[in-house]
């Protein structure tokens, strides 16, 4: 057998999962004897043209991360649907939105005027607003790409092969999945790799002693007690409703888990965010309807906290999409 | 034909299950557009269940429970009162309308009330209108699930 041709694409990305791929540290040797990088505009200079001209399946496994958020990113993820063997959704972006899916709480046209004209930290008096064509003269047009009304993920454009999720995936999975391409010893089609089927609590050396909260804190307000439970010392931890697979890294160092594993259990049919109000509510101190209410009001921003990374890859998140749901005009 | 909508009521066991009874036996008026569900506890129902419900179909869905201290299990209506108030906010952020799910306590002795709420639920929801749930990715989503 020849030697495997290999893409690493980024869409609506931070360029996180592209540093993942070295996380393998020294096997990135053998990842190298092993096959060569076709295609990947953080590292190699190779342009769209070449991956238009490639026969289908030219690629042998195609590692697509970052969201779907403009036409560009979806006319990659067809290019490289019909270019590739093997499609992976990696990282939390391609497989449920991540970060960039947050957008979809807004809608794109109070996103575009927050980010060009008011946030406090835009100096733009004239108002410019980028646009998709603009005519420099002379015969000159310059062009972006179109932004979608949503964020999407990838398998929400084009047919996947498998899931990858973490943001970014955590460099011992990573390996381990490249392993499996290169071995051929790969499950069917539809399944997550580079990850357990558990939750991170199960994975997460903190005590739980069943205490109840009575107050909510965010990271910066409390050090915590390194031997018990975050959750337990009132900080909005995801661990019960997030996939295992990273080794509870971030309540190991104090922080609470924010989710980037995605849902726990079936993910195409577990609602992280839902779930985690469900654990939540088990948690409260018991009180009167206005303590309970307070409390729950102490939770800041309960999309970006419970929706962290994959919005629009969740139930909820999906529901948000139909446009005649939803009850703000602006 | 007229827009129907359809609601889910969600009833504890122990006393809203029993209103529902109650008005069922005094012949109280309670609205066709009402399907129940019976759970032992609201401190069963997880928002997972609720948003179900609206994928499925469902236009609304109404949680029934015991009064606050009166709850069999204790301590069952604070958590869907904890869990029902942040799905509200939850819901209210993501520009979806929080008025289609409602919580309300019903003791057993109160299918008067039960039956006023059913028809003001439902009043309620013909005044939103449907609940739409997106086709758009479900396709894809369908066929990478079963590989
Ligand atoms: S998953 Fe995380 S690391 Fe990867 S592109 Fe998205 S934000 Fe960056
Ligand atoms: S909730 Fe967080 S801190 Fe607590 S056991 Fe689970 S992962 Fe660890
Ligand atoms: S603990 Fe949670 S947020 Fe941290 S890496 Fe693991 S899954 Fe991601």
């Not at chain 1, 092993?34 to 001209?53: H, I, M, Q, R, S």
């Not at chain 2, 869907?80 to 306590?105: C, I, K, N, T, Y």
């Not at chain 2, 057993?108 to 439902?122: I, P």
């Not at chain 2, 009043?123 to 479900?138: E, S, V, Y």
Request: aromatic fraction near 4%; proline fraction near 6%.
């Amino acid at each position: 057998m020849g030697k495997l041709k290999i893409a690493v694409y980024w869409a609506a990305s931070c360029g996180g999962c592209e540093i993942s791929v070295l996380e393998i540290h020294h096997h990135i040797t053998q990842l190298m004897d092993a096959a060569d990088l076709v295609f990947c505009p953080c590292l190699v200079d190779t342009k769209y043209a070449d991956v238009e001209a490639m026969d289908d399946d030219a690629i042998d496994l195609c590692l697509f991360n970052g969201a779907i958020r403009t036409e560009e990113n979806v006319h990659l993820a067809e290019l490289l649907r019909r270019t590739s063997k093997t499609l992976v959704a990696f990282g939390a972006c391609a497989s449920a939105g991540g970060i960039p899916g947050i957008a979809n709480a807004s809608t794109l046209e109070a996103l575009m005027e927050r980010v060009y004209l008011t946030t406090p930290s835009t100096d733009n008096p004239d108002g410019v607003m980028p646009q998709p064509s603009t005519d420099m003269g002379e015969g000159v047009r310059l062009t972006l790409p179109k932004l979608l009304p949503m964020v999407k993920a990838l398998h929400h454009v084009v047919p996947v092969d498998y899931t990858v999720p973490g943001c970014p995936p955590e460099g011992k999975q990573v390996w381990r999945v490249i392993e499996a391409v290169v071995s051929g010893d790969l499950p069917p089609p539809g399944a997550v790799l580079g990850a357990g089927d558990r939750t991170v609590c199960d994975e997460c050396r903190l005590e739980k002693r069943d205490t109840k909260i009575t107050a909510f804190v965010r990271p910066h307000e409390l050090i915590p007690d390194n031997t018990t439970c975050l959750l337990e010392q009132g900080m909005v931890c995801m661990g019960p409703a997030t996939r295992s697979g990273c080794d509870a890294r971030c309540p190991d160092v104090n922080m609470p888990c924010r989710g980037c594993y995605g849902p726990a259990g079936d993910g195409f049919n577990e609602d992280a965010g839902l779930k985690m109000i469900g654990v939540l509510g088990g948690l409260l101190e018991p009180g009167n309807e206005d303590a309970l209410r307070s409390l729950m009001d102490e939770i800041a921003d309960p999309v970006g906290t419970l929706y962290r990374f994959g919005l629009p890859g969740s139930m909820l998140g999906r529901a948000a999409q139909a446009p005649g749901n939803r009850d703000d005009a602006e | 034909m007229a827009y129907e909508p359809k609601l889910l009521g969600i009833l504890c066991h122990w006393c809203s299950y029993s209103a529902s009874d109650a008005a069922g036996a005094a012949r109280l008026s309670v609205p066709a557009n009402l399907r129940t569900m019976r759970v032992m506890c609201t401190g069963r129902v997880d928002p997972t269940l609720v948003i179900q419900a609206l994928q499925r179909g469902a236009d609304g869905v109404l949680i029934c429970g015991c009064h606050l201290g009166d709850c069999h299990y204790n301590s069952g209506n604070q958590r869907a009162l904890g869990r029902f108030h942040l799905l509200s906010r939850l819901l209210a952020d993501l520009g979806l309308e929080p008025d289609r799910v409602r919580l309300e306590w019903v003791s057993a002795g109160e299918s008067e009330r039960y039956a006023e709420l059913a028809h003001h639920m439902t009043k309620r929801l013909r005044n939103l209108g449907p609940f739409q749930w997106p086709t758009l990715d479900t396709a894809t989503t369908e066929v990478i699930r079963n590989g």
